[in-house]
């Protein structure tokens, strides 16, 4: 106690905040950083659960080796989700900035539109997800099913013959049709997105819109000249957060692999392809930073 009243008020503030975020360490400890180590360490064994406690064997590289060169299921379903990847980005950070602009701009409702676009961020999980995209079963029957048909449409058949056009190959119509042909999920994948662009654009200084009306600037120019400079650390935060967010979803089909392969008990073969699947998000993720951070542009 006399040590305590001898300390400085820095000091004690100090221990305070140590003491605040004990907890939280000891928590991290105990159930994020043990279990992320011995996962990894699953990954080289062949683990098999036994009464009371997990046998494990050492088998090396051996379960990484599988996943890549005998499990076809899991490289396939690798590919398809880097090709999801790649289609769906684009159009989530256009589409979320085009309605960001939108919803920036004064008009009557615009509290109600940017709750509305705010939605997805409250209700991403859980049974109302569920219902919604048509994952809910009950009884094994899809109970909705129906619901979550409300928003499919082939609209870009129906659009391509409206206006007169014909003769786009097979595959370029396919991919128009899969990516507009669930408007529901597109929007439901936007609303962190739409949010953190709707920050940056209100963080664009009045003097930047002033000078540019005094030049005469049009609203082209004015979105590229000014606006897309300085929302475009933002650009590179959504893009981020939209590859993990993609790679993560719990309807991926390797996450869904991941998981089919854990509850058949073969934890170390499971650690091995979730571990192989988080280097290649890094490997992505460094790409992106890569090309990005040459297109970023900062205000010093």
Request: some cysteine.
């Amino acid at each position: 106690m006399k040590r305590m009243a001898k300390m400085s008020y820095e000091k004690k503030k100090g221990l305070y905040g140590y003491g605040f975020i004990a907890l939280w360490f000891v928590g991290a400890l105990m159930f994020f950083i043990i279990p992320v180590c011995k996962s990894f360490y699953y990954s080289f064994n062949n683990v098999q659960p036994e009464t009371g406690y997990l046998l494990k064997s050492w088998v090396g590289l051996d379960n990484y080796k599988r996943a890549f060169m005998t499990d076809p299921t899991y490289r396939q379903y690798l590919v398809s989700a880097l090709e999801d990847m790649a289609m769906n980005l684009p159009i989530i950070i256009i589409f979320s900035m085009f309605v960001a602009i939108i919803i920036n701009q004064k008009f009557r409702g615009r509290t109600f539109a940017r709750a509305v676009f705010f939605l997805p961020v409250i209700i991403a999980t859980g049974p109302v997800y569920a219902i919604i995209t048509g994952n809910l079963e009950t009884n094994g029957n899809n109970s909705a099913e129906q619901f979550s048909t409300m928003f499919e449409t082939d609209m870009v058949d129906q659009l391509l013959e409206f206006v007169g056009i014909y003769g786009f190959g097979s595959s370029f119509t396919e991919m128009l049709t899969e990516i507009t042909s669930d408007i529901l999920n597109l929007v439901w994948k936007c609303g962190i997105q739409i949010i953190i662009f709707l920050s940056a654009l209100q963080g664009i200084p009045t003097s930047a819109k002033e000078a540019a009306a005094i030049e005469g600037a049009t609203s082209w120019e004015f979105f590229w000249k000014i606006t897309l400079p300085y929302v475009s650390p933002m650009i590179l935060v959504n893009i981020v957060y939209t590859v993990i967010d993609t790679f993560t979803d719990p309807t991926n089909e390797v996450m869904t692999r991941v998981l089919e392969v854990q509850s058949d008990w073969q934890y170390g073969y499971s650690a091995a392809m979730a571990w192989s699947y988080f280097a290649i998000i890094l490997v992505a993720l460094g790409i992106i930073f890569a090309i990005m951070n040459k297109l970023v542009w900062y205000d010093d």
